[in-house]
């Protein structure tokens, strides 16, 4: 049975937009484009020895915050507008400005680098990126100290994030949502299912499989497969071993496509039925074109990640942006959140927020997966910038000549 309401008024009314953003997803999905990531990989120089410093903030003048995102990533309504956004302007009297501006990792640190490595203001006061792009800003020194008691809510934090190796004690960054990378297909064509990555390369599948433009979910998963734990000490070998699978289900025609977000496009047109894939997309295209798609954790393992809340160097808003993280890990906010975009909230407390909400999406195991499920997924480990270089490369060679 669902929880009554809670009694907050300015809660209860966010929870209702929430249930309403819920039940018009599908009409939103279907008329949201999203932009394939670019296959570019961005240069890796550490841009010298000397980091920038702060900007100045000025939040207690300007009640401005800038945040850059991911597309379909925080709720919205029919008339385009965020819901939980403006009840964070209605309760810090803050004025927000949300761009889906981050198609790829790589390719929008592309086009902020320059300013970054001079201190500048790229546009934005907070931006989510993945783990190991975090990692990257965090060496470089692109990112401002989070002031953790300026933000209370972050005793929510799931206790497993707390403390990350790109970040220890999480002094630059908090994460935002999180996901799995594993296995899907459509189980109309494959009613008998898959379970392994392995079973991707079936010979009935030639040319009908997809993989991720990703390379650490795309080549995570491989390794995983051979047998190499990501999280764990591997070097050369295991990767090149990895490599060699792709590189030979390319060539061969087994694999169709190797793309970002667009890879949905693909299983909703049949021009792939299975594919590596992000967890929460699955949950979205059944809820948008019907219960067609399975999502597995791979037998042998799957990737887990996070995208991060960070605030940039040349911000002049830290404050602001502050105030906005700390409102997100209100868990009645991370259940509207979470209501909408399906992925895994780091807030302790959403899946209890979320019953008001939907109780049956408080038993969905990619949004609130049990320790069980979460055994068998790993993150991959956090690579040198030799390594990053290196990997990367080999990775690229691959997309562009696929």
Aim: proline share 4%.
């Amino acid at each position: 049975m669902a929880k009554p309401l809670p009694e907050d008024p300015f809660i209860r009314d966010l929870v209702v937009r929430a249930q309403r953003a819920q039940l018009s997803r599908r009409s939103v999905l279907k008329g949201a484009g999203v932009s394939a990531a670019a296959l570019s990989l961005a240069a890796c120089s550490t841009g010298g020895s000397a980091k920038p410093k702060a900007a100045k903030d000025i939040s207690d003048t300007d009640k401005t915050v800038r945040w850059d995102n991911w597309a379909l990533y925080l709720d919205v309504d029919d008339d385009g507008n965020y819901p939980s956004l403006q009840g964070f302007e209605k309760q810090t009297g803050i004025k927000a400005t949300y761009t889906e501006a981050v198609d790829d990792n790589d390719t929008y640190y592309g086009k902020v680098k320059d300013q970054l490595k001079l201190g500048q203001d790229i546009g934005c006061d907070t931006v989510c990126l993945t783990d190991w792009m975090v990692a990257r800003w965090i060496r470089f020194g692109y990112t401002q100290e989070l002031d953790h008691s300026a933000m209370p809510n972050l005793k929510n934090l799931t206790p497993a994030l707390q403390d990350v190796d790109f970040d220890p004690g999480r002094k630059m960054s908090v994460p935002w949502q999180g996901g799995f990378a594993g296995i899907a297909w459509n189980k109309d064509q494959i009613p008998g299912g898959l379970t392994s990555v392995s079973d991707l390369w079936d010979p009935s599948l030639k040319g009908r499989v997809g993989v991720l433009s990703e390379m650490r979910d795309t080549m995570g998963c491989i390794m995983q497969d051979l047998g190499t734990q990501i999280d764990k000490k591997w070097g050369d070998a295991e990767f090149t071993a990895a490599i060699d699978v792709l590189q030979k289900q390319v060539t061969d025609g087994q694999i169709r496509n190797i793309k970002g977000n667009s890879y949905k496009e693909d299983l909703v047109n049949g021009d792939t039925l299975a594919a590596i894939v992000w967890s929460g997309d699955i949950t979205q295209l059944n809820a948008e074109n019907g219960e067609h798609w399975e999502f597995a954790v791979p037998s042998k393992g799957g990737t887990l990640w996070n995208d991060n809340f960070l605030i940039p160097i040349g911000s002049e808003h830290k404050k602001n942006a502050e105030a906005l993280i700390n409102y997100y890990y209100d868990p009645e906010v991370a259940a509207m959140v979470a209501a909408w975009v399906n992925y895994i909230p780091p807030v302790v407390g959403t899946k209890e927020a979320m019953m008001a909400i939907d109780p049956d999406l408080a038993n969905n195991q990619l949004i609130f997966p049990s320790d069980a499920t979460l055994e068998n997924t790993h993150v991959f480990r956090t690579l040198t910038a030799a390594e990053e270089q290196k990997y990367g490369t080999q990775f690229q060679a691959i997309l562009l000549g696929a």
